[in-house]
């Protein structure tokens, strides 16, 4: 990768290489000026790799798709490459399915009140809880790049959901914001109902309840990609 001209798209996904290989492909992502498409999902990257990872993040000008999930990189993970998307101008999706909790939202939510690059953003089964979706919540209200956010399976409640239409107020860029199987009640859904009569921009809000089962992990999962 530090000498090919043509791969646009790689997917090397569940080949579980940990910290040496990710450390590797960090190096390569440094000098690679093709590269758009990158999956690393699965292969056991943790915090140190999510650090490896951000440093080529803040230098690499190609990568614009990028799926890190399910690489257990926790909020210190999340906090490093928050660091990244803050310098970063050309990712624009970031696939995050992990256990990142309140601490790598808030991280994130810092990095979106400066980053207008980024569009999509997958924080699907995150345990970010109401804090996490209150410090989203306040990246929205200023962020003007982020056009669709995941949130599901984030044992989000009434406070989370009243906080994210409160953003939904003031954002301006939002069409698509997935608040599926959270734990979401009559309080939380009045609320967004209320914002929706002012947001001008979103199209698709899923509240859905679902039970989770592998056939719904890996339609998640493809939507994500």
Request: aromatic content about 2%; overall charge positive; some cysteine.
């Amino acid at each position: 990768m530090k000498a090919n001209k043509a791969l646009t798209f790689l997917d090397i996904g569940l080949n579980t290489f940990g910290l040496n290989g990710v450390k590797a492909m960090s190096e390569a992502l440094k000098t690679n000026t093709v590269l758009s498409t990158l999956s690393l999902r699965s292969n056991k990257i943790r915090q140190a790799g999510a650090l490896a990872l951000s440093k080529a993040l803040k230098i690499n000008c190609a990568l614009s798709n990028f799926d890190l999930s399910n690489n257990l990189i926790g909020n210190t993970g999340a906090q490093s490459l928050s660091a990244a998307l803050k310098t970063n101008k050309t990712l624009t999706l970031l696939n995050l399915k992990d256990k990142i909790g309140e601490e790598g939202a808030q991280a994130l939510s810092d990095a979106l009140k400066i980053n207008s690059t980024l569009s999509t953003l997958n924080l699907w089964d995150n345990s970010i809880g109401d804090n996490g979706a209150q410090a989203l919540s306040e990246a929205l209200k200023i962020n003007s790049g982020l056009t669709c956010l995941t949130l599901c399976y984030n044992s989000i409640g009434d406070i989370g959901a009243l906080a994210l239409s409160e953003a939904l107020q003031y954002n301006s860029t939002l069409t698509t914001l997935d608040l599926s199987s959270n734990l979401i009640n009559d309080n939380g859904a009045l609320a967004l109902a209320e914002a929706l009569k002012a947001s001008n921009t979103l199209s698709t809000l899923d509240l859905r309840l679902e039970k989770r089962n592998s056939s719904t992990i890996r339609g998640s999962q493809d939507q994500s990609r």
